[in-house]
């Protein structure tokens, strides 16, 4: 489920779920994409197997915020009960337990123990992660005034190169059960087919018990771009 | 006499970087003002008539010089900052170059453009008798941030202004909103008919600025341009000063503003409005606009704006910067049923925006119709727009580095038509190629 395709698409984000929905395409599993615009009523989860919340403008995003505060005990429990969400940018700030800003506080889901404060000045730059989850390097690009504090909660990746969740931690992102938030856009996905795999492995293991794994793609053009930046940026 | 230093610094500076070949167009105003940083503050004095300022995403630079262009062919002499170097530095290039060796400049009209983001700093020194706003989109997101932060900029410019006179897109709900401003006196042109298919493109400006609410449109032209009203606070489109109607898109354009024809050879429905913008600018400036067409006439395109490069077939080249740029440039390509070869070049240096997530909010997958015969990408960034097809379901018939490469086999093929599209810094580099291939002026890498 798209959560506000409406609001929040400030960075590409139908990206990641063409990709998402692609992938599984190709391996002949089939897919289906439902957005949750302003428009719809009747929230519901149980039929939902991914949740995706992209990122937008501030005053989108609070817009969102007040909406989905509505249904926070249901995405709660559907994060500790194993539902995968992917969250980019103001949704990754999103799930915390607020994002506080020079003059007022929002709220958030409080899906996760972590909180943003809004920095100085914006980090922007290409950035590159080396990720536990998955051999190859996560790429893309961050552009956030917040900056998010993970506590004891695992992040994505570690910071080569670029900014991450805060200035000093060099930590990025936050990895929670099946939950993976992150400030990379670029979208995410694509250039990143590998964590799109994980996140889709980890989604179909939670739907059928039975799952034994995704086969392989032709992954040589993701590859390339994702090489690409590494060597731009790091070598 | 620091002025005069500054002048002086600035032509030579000139001089110097037209030897060595440097298109820049902005350094040798930078250099200058460091000299004087008063240089261009007397622009409204020395202008005879009214000093015409144009912002906005898309179509600054075609606005601006089409004005300069129909002021010039009346007679008049014009400052213009015609190459579209369009923050302070190029404004002060531009008056260095028209100022003769006692540094004395003359001019009926400015004509400028400016950087929406620099449009405070500008109005600081230039009060802006009248001031023309295209529209606003979804831009370089790296550089500019979101839309909310330009409208912001622009209502600090107009409150800098003084009592202006404002020329604005009725049909963009996001530009409207500057009309409402204390000082502003505000006219509007917009198109009042249904002419191209509603597509579901990422629109920017769906909510109303006012009040927040979720507008309602009759339709849309592109974006968020269209007929619109808020179900919230009753914020609407206006009812057009110049009423753009009975539009034709079949080369050449035609349509009609208040019910007087015109004929134009440009490609593209965005170029309607930039006519408009003009027609009204004129209009409210005090000139007569009963000869408008002829007025044009001597109008060049600055390059790449379907810039057409002819060899055993056409080659168009189009530079488009952000989303709802390259969602009308494939439009125009759509509206071509010649048997047609297009290629992409993205890249993603400082003037382009090095964030280049902006490709997935385009409706790149669009350029597939039945006319497509090959499709070619190249750029900087070669792979994400070739991912881009990937994802889309569409077959890239030829990745390369090589611009030329691109072409050469472009021209090789039994198509009708080439198109190429680039983002700015891709420009350049593909008119060179195509002009050495041509071997014509301007070849080089």
């Not at chain 1, 915020?65 to 509505?70: F, G, I, K, N, P």
């Not at chain 1, 500790?80 to 799930?95: F, M, S």
């Not at chain 2, 006196?185 to 579901?200: F, M, N, R, T, W």
């Not at chain 2, 925006?353 to 070669?382: C, E, P, Q, Y």
Request: charged content about 25%.
């Amino acid at each position: 489920m798209h959560l506000y395709p409406d609001l929040l698409n400030l960075y590409g984000d139908r990206g990641n779920i063409e990709c998402l929905k692609r992938r599984l395409q190709w391996r002949g599993i089939d897919a289906e994409t439902v957005a949750y615009t302003c428009d719809d009523t009747g929230f519901e989860l149980s039929d939902v197997d991914i949740l995706f919340l992209g990122g937008g403008s501030d005053r989108e995003q609070k817009i969102v915020c007040s909406r989905l505060l509505e249904h926070k005990e249901m995405i709660k429990d559907y994060a500790e009960n194993g539902g995968t969400i992917i969250a980019v940018c103001g949704g990754y700030q999103l799930l915390g337990k607020y994002y506080k800003l020079e003059d007022e506080t929002i709220e958030g889901l409080d899906v996760l123990d972590i909180y943003t404060e809004q920095g100085s000045k914006r980090l922007i730059s290409n950035i590159i992660l080396e990720s536990d989850l998955i051999k190859a390097k996560i790429v893309g690009f961050e552009n956030h005034g917040g900056r998010t504090f993970i506590g004891s909660h695992k992040p994505l990746g570690r910071v080569v190169y670029g900014h991450g969740n805060d200035e000093s931690s060099r930590a990025e992102g936050v990895v929670y059960k099946n939950v993976v938030a992150t400030y990379l856009h670029g979208p995410l996905l694509p250039k990143n087919p590998q964590l799109c795999d994980y996140i889709l492995t980890n989604a179909l293991r939670h739907k059928y018990a039975d799952f034994d794994g995704l086969e392989p793609l032709d992954d040589s053009l993701e590859n390339m771009a994702n090489e690409y930046i590494v060597n731009r940026f790091v070598k | 006499m620091r002025k005069l230093i500054a002048i002086w610094a600035g032509k030579l500076l000139t001089v110097v970087g037209k030897l060595v070949g440097k298109k820049s167009s902005a350094s040798p105003g930078a250099f200058a003002l460091k000299i004087c940083p008063a240089l261009v503050s007397d622009i409204n004095k020395i202008v005879t008539k009214k000093v015409i300022v144009t912002c906005g995403t898309n179509g600054k630079t075609t606005t601006n010089n089409l004005m300069c262009t129909a002021l010039e062919a009346k007679g008049y002499k014009v400052l213009c900052n015609r190459l579209g170097a369009n923050m302070l530095s190029g404004i002060a290039t531009t008056y260095i170059q028209s100022a003769d060796i006692f540094g004395r400049v003359k001019a009926d009209y400015a004509c400028l453009e400016i950087d929406e983001a620099y449009t405070p700093i500008v109005f600081r020194q230039i009060k802006p008798d009248i001031m023309v706003i295209t529209n606003l989109f979804r831009d370089q997101l790296d550089r500019y941030g979101e839309i909310d932060i330009t409208v912001n900029i622009i209502k600090r410019a107009i409150a800098e202004a003084g009592k202006v006179k404002m020329v604005l897109n009725a049909d963009d709900p996001l530009c409207v909103q500057f009309g409402r401003e204390a000082n502003a006196e505000a006219v509007y042109y917009g198109i009042s008919e249904k002419v191209l298919p509603q597509v579901d493109d990422t629109k920017e400006g769906r909510f109303c600025p006012i009040c927040g609410a979720e507008l309602d449109f009759e339709f849309y032209h592109y974006s968020q341009l269209g007929i619109y009203s808020c179900p919230g606070c009753g914020y609407k489109r206006p009812e057009p000063d110049y009423n753009i109607t009975d539009i034709s898109l079949k080369a050449p354009i035609r349509f009609k503003i208040n019910g007087k024809a015109m004929e134009v050879n440009y490609k593209g429905f965005y170029n309607i409005y930039n006519l408009a913008a003009v027609y009204a600018a004129l209009d409210v400036a005090g000139e007569r606009t009963d000869d408008f067409n002829k007025l044009l006439e001597g109008y060049k395109p600055q390059i790449g704006r379907m810039q057409e490069f002819m060899f055993n077939k056409p080659v168009i080249l189009s530079l488009s910067k952000n989303p709802a740029g390259f969602n009308q440039a494939i439009a125009t390509v759509n509206s071509d049923d010649r048997k047609k070869d297009v290629i992409i070049a993205i890249n993603d240096l400082a003037n382009d925006g090095r964030d280049v997530s902006w490709l997935w909010d385009v409706d790149f997958h669009k350029i597939k119709d039945d006319n497509l015969n090959m499709l070619a990408t190249t750029g900087i960034r070669v792979y994400d727009i070739s991912l881009r097809f990937k994802y889309a379901g569409i077959n890239v018939d030829l990745m390369t580095d090589s611009m030329k490469k691109a072409v050469l086999a472009a021209l090789d093929t039994d198509s009708e038509v080439v198109y190429v599209l680039v983002n700015y810094t891709a420009l350049y580099p593909a008119e060179a190629v195509l002009n050495e291939l041509k071997g014509g002026k301007g070849s080089g890498r």
